[in-house]
Every structure is written in C-alpha cells, then in structure tokens.
C-alpha cells in the first residue's frame, strides 16, 4: 500500500507540474516549438528504455497506433494546452484538463449508445461540465483572450478522451512500446510547425523548463504511468486525476506567485465532485422491494 501511494503522489507531483514548466517556456518559446521539443526528448528517454530492456521488435506493431495517439492524445492537445497557457495562468490550464475522465464518460455514451447513463452518474456528468463551464468564466486577467485560452485547454482534454477510448477500445499493444512511438510520431507532426516558428533568443530558465518538461514530466511519467497501471490496475491509476490539478494549482500559487481565485477552487471542487460521481465510485443504494403484509 505504501509503494502505491508513493508512486501515485510522485506521478501526480511530476504530472502537476507539466503547467508551470510550459508556462515558464511560453514565455520564449512558440506553442508549436515547445511541444515538438518535448516530445523529441520524451521519445529519447522512451525509445532508450524500450533498447534497454531488449524490446525493439515490439515498436513495429505499435507505429500505427502510435500516430493516431501521438497526434491526437499528443500533438495536438499539447499544443493547445502550450497556446491556452500564453493567455492563461498554469493553475487554471490544470484545472481545465481534470476534466478528461467526463468527455471520456460522454463519449462512451456516443460510441456506446446502448449503455444507459441515469441517476448519480447522470448528475456526475451535469455537474463536472457545470465546473467546466466555471472555469471557463474565470480570467483574473486577460478578458476575451483569457476565456478563449481556458476553452483551448477543454478542448485539449476532449483531444485526451477521444484517445484514452481509443487505446482501450482499439489497442492490443500499449505500455513503453506505444508510448515510445507516439512520441516519436508526435514530434514528427510538430517539426514542420516548430521549424516556422525557431525562436531568436531563449532564456535558461524557458529553455531548462521544456528540457525537464520532456524529460521528466513526459517520458519519465510515462514509465511511472506505466508501473502504477500494470502493479495498482487502471481503476486505482485514474486517482491521478484527482491529485494532478491540485499540484499545478500548488505549483502555479507558490512557485509562480498566480493567484489563487474563488472561480478555479469552485470549478476545481464541481469538476472532482463530477469525476466521482460520473466514474460510478459513487452509486444511490438500492430501494429494498415493497412487501405487502397480509
């Protein structure tokens, strides 16, 4: 149990603080350069532990799905997150993303009409995109730009969800293998992007960021990401998403000096309280049948 709980707080620690460090890079570095950077040195780290363990021949089968997932869950919500965060605060760019396990509770419904969705879960669904909405609405500064930035971030997370299901629905391979070639394949998508946009100047602290961005909080999650769902399951792993905004919010408060609004703890607490209750941890009892008495 320890080991468990010790694994899933230093994800979540690690994770957490993806924000703050794009948020630091942003500052030198367009979106599109960014994200091409952290996924090339995320696929170093992943292909050089796949050589490690003796395990090349199984990236072959993975470079399909590999593109699909490295341009859909990676590309493209990473640049949309790294863009969002040129308007917004790390901590509200966190907070927005928790709310990938309710597109993924949405979109089950879409892929699978036939499962029907009532009572709690129904009520977890309405108020985690209730908190959605809250955090949208907040920009302690910025106006319209603000707004628009939180909602690149949500979109982001749709992005999250439709490639969550489809490596649970679609997929026979996974772990460092598909990870490795999603990467890869996803820096290759941002190259052309990243070329465009080859910045004059980069300061050491934009430039230390995206090289602990990419190394840390993305390929070594990864493999930590990796060990919790193959020794806890992915029933446990999915607290992740419980912790990981409450570090950036942590993050981006101490380390940042972002301030901390009514509007992100709100839709921070609505957005949870929705994950709980949509996931199914929460189920109403069930009525005990009436008996008619003689």
């Given amino acids: 149990m320890r080991g468990y709980v010790t694994l899933l707080l230093a994800l979540s620690a690690i994770w957490g603080s993806s924000y703050m460090f794009i948020k630091v890079g942003v500052r030198d570095l367009a979106p599109a350069t960014l994200v091409d950077l952290r996924l090339t040195l995320a696929a170093t780290v992943l292909l050089a532990f796949v050589a490690v363990r003796g395990r090349f021949r199984g990236l072959r089968p993975a470079v399909r799905p590999g593109a699909v997932v ?29 709310s990938v396990p309710i597109f993924v509770a949405l979109l089950a419904l879409w892929f699978a009409p036939s499962e029907r969705v009532r009572g709690m879960r129904l009520a977890g669904l309405a108020v985690g995109l209730s908190g959605v909405a809250v955090v949208s609405g907040v920009h302690p500064s910025g106006g319209g730009w603000a707004v628009v930035g939180t909602l690149a971030v949500v979109l982001a997370s749709l992005c999250y969800a439709v490639s969550a299901l489809y490596v649970q629905r679609r997929l026979s391979v996974g772990g460092p293998e598909l990870a490795a070639t999603s990467t890869l394949c996803g820096a290759v998508v941002m190259l052309p992007f990243a070329l465009a ?63 901390l609004t009514f509007g992100e703890v709100l839709g921070f607490a ?6 709980t209750l949509a996931s199914g941890a929460v189920r109403l009892p069930r009525r005990a049948p009436l008996t008619q008495t003689p």
């Fill in 70 to 98: 490295g341009t859909v869950g990676m590309a493209v919500p990473f640049a949309l997150i790294s863009w969002g965060e040129t308007h917004i605060d790390s901590g509200i760019a966190g907070v927005a993303n928790a």
């Fill in 197 to 259: 946009q080859i910045p004059d100047h980069v300061g050491w602290k934009p430039l230390s960021s995206v090289v602990v961005l990419g190394v840390v909080a993305t390929g070594v999650a990864t493999l930590l990401a990796n060990r919790l769902i193959g020794a806890h399951g992915p029933a446990r792993a999915m607290l992740v998403n419980y912790l990981l905004p409450a570090f950036a919010l942590l993050y981006g408060v101490s380390i940042l000096g972002e301030p």
């Fill in 270 to 275: 609505l957005i949870l309280v929705g994950v």
